[in-house]
């Protein structure tokens, strides 16, 4: 007897009201602003970091920042008072996913399935 698997699909027409869709944009604004806020550290991390090895500065593991899902969360906790003061408008799940998905792009470059993480731009969609 063969098993059959049977794959069926569903799809949803999101029709929020104006302060729901407000809500909404303001949560990926979010996810999108910390994403890009926490590549930008890591990034001019990672390039003074090189410019003090060009000059014959030895360094340490510590002089650079995390990568790791939890040490960018914790860079964001450490710096989001100063980056973004309108922080507590939104859940926290949404600086959580952003450091998630920062942490992801870092693995892939890491492990060579992916370009180095680039900054993400707000999408032009037709309503």
Same mark, same amino acid.
């Given at each position: 007897?063969?098993?059959?698997?049977?794959?069926?699909?569903?799809?949803?027409?999101?029709?929020?009201?104006?302060?729901?869709?407000?809500?909404? &944009?303001?949560?990926?604004?979010?996810? &999108?602003?910390?994403?890009?806020?926490?590549?930008?550290?890591?990034?001019?991390?990672?390039?003074?970091?090189?410019?003090?090895?060009?000059?014959?500065?030895?360094?340490?593991?510590?002089?650079?920042?995390?990568?790791?899902?939890?040490?960018?969360?914790?860079?964001?906790?450490?710096?989001?008072?100063?980056?973004?003061?309108?922080?507590?408008?939104?859940?926290?799940?949404?600086?959580?996913?952003?450091?998630?998905?920062?942490?992801?792009?870092?693995?892939?470059?890491?492990?060579?399935?992916?370009?180095?993480?680039?900054?993400?731009?707000?999408?032009?969609?037709? &309503?």
């Amino acid at each position: 007897m063969t098993q059959v698997q049977v794959r069926q699909a569903y799809r949803y027409e999101l029709d929020p009201t104006s302060e729901k869709a407000n809500a909404l &944009r303001s949560h990926i604004g979010g996810t &999108r602003f910390v994403y890009n806020a926490m590549l930008a550290l890591v990034k001019a991390n990672w390039d003074e970091n090189r410019e003090k090895k060009q000059a014959g500065i030895e360094l340490t593991r510590d002089d650079y920042l995390g990568t790791s899902h939890f040490d960018l969360q914790k860079l964001w906790y450490e710096n989001r008072d100063e980056l973004a003061p309108w922080w507590s408008e939104n859940g926290s799940s949404t600086y959580n996913y952003a450091c998630l998905n920062l942490s992801k792009a870092f693995t892939n470059f890491r492990e060579g399935r992916s370009k180095f993480p680039t900054f993400k731009k707000r999408a032009r969609v037709a &309503r």
